[in-house]
């Protein structure tokens, strides 16, 4: 099952088109800037962020800006991105509703990559956030084959607690039919008993008609 779920996920990011990875001029710290942003469906903002900073640590430790809600990397070198030069990247993480989305800035020094002036770049950066997006969403999906894998795992503990039920009912149906056996064999002999105390009775009624005769003849002359 998680073979089959990775293999659907790493098809799905081959196609991943460039439209996926959207640029637009976006307000940040250093004014209105070409801004590259992937919406990621599934994702929260903290795991957006979380597995961002797990991303680019091999470039450094990324740094936040609590005022500009902004994280930032300063004078590195992404050689994917720019080759040997340095640059400065930001980026910014948002909440949506049952997604989140990330927002990447890269200035050159200067200049901000956009499509129109970096078209290697802008390739580079485009195919940089795709591999990014993949990141999170193994983690998402990964989450998801968890608690289906819990939500699997419940079915079966009750399934087992049904057969066990299932089983403790064939046992009070035996206990049950043990019980009936008995009961008949006890109307059995209980009909046997009433039939014996039936004749005890009649047998009784004859020596009390005769002690009771007996009794009656006490004194009277022959």
Do not use: C
């Not at 640590?57 to 991105?81: D, Q």
Request: net charge positive.
């Amino acid at each position: 099952m998680k073979n089959l779920i990775f293999i659907f996920i790493v098809m799905m990011s081959t196609v991943l088109s460039a439209q996926d990875i959207v640029e637009k001029k976006l307000s940040m710290s250093l004014g209105p800037q070409n801004a590259f942003y992937v919406e990621i469906q599934g994702a929260d903002k903290k795991l957006a962020e979380k597995t961002f900073y797990e991303f680019v640590k091999e470039y450094g430790k990324m740094k936040e800006n609590g005022k500009a809600r902004e994280h930032f990397l300063m004078a590195t070198k992404i050689p994917v991105i720019n080759g040997t030069s340095p640059l400065d990247l930001y980026a910014k993480f948002e909440e949506g509703k049952g997604m989140a989305t990330t927002f990447v800035w890269i200035d050159l020094g200067g200049a901000f990559v956009n499509a129109a002036e970096h078209a290697s770049q802008t390739t580079a950066l485009r195919q940089f956030m795709k591999d990014y997006f993949v990141s999170v969403r193994k983690k998402v999906v990964a989450e998801e084959v968890k608690m289906e894998e819990k939500n699997l795992s419940n079915l079966e503990k009750d399934l087992k607690k049904l057969k066990e039920k299932n089983e403790d009912l064939h046992k009070d149906i035996e206990k049950a039919k043990l019980k009936i056996a008995e009961a008949e064999k006890n109307i059995e002999k209980n009909l046997v008993d009433q039939d014996n105390k039936g004749k005890e009775i009649s047998t009784q009624k004859d020596v009390l008609g005769k002690v009771t005769e007996k009794l009656n003849n006490i004194g009277k002359k022959d």
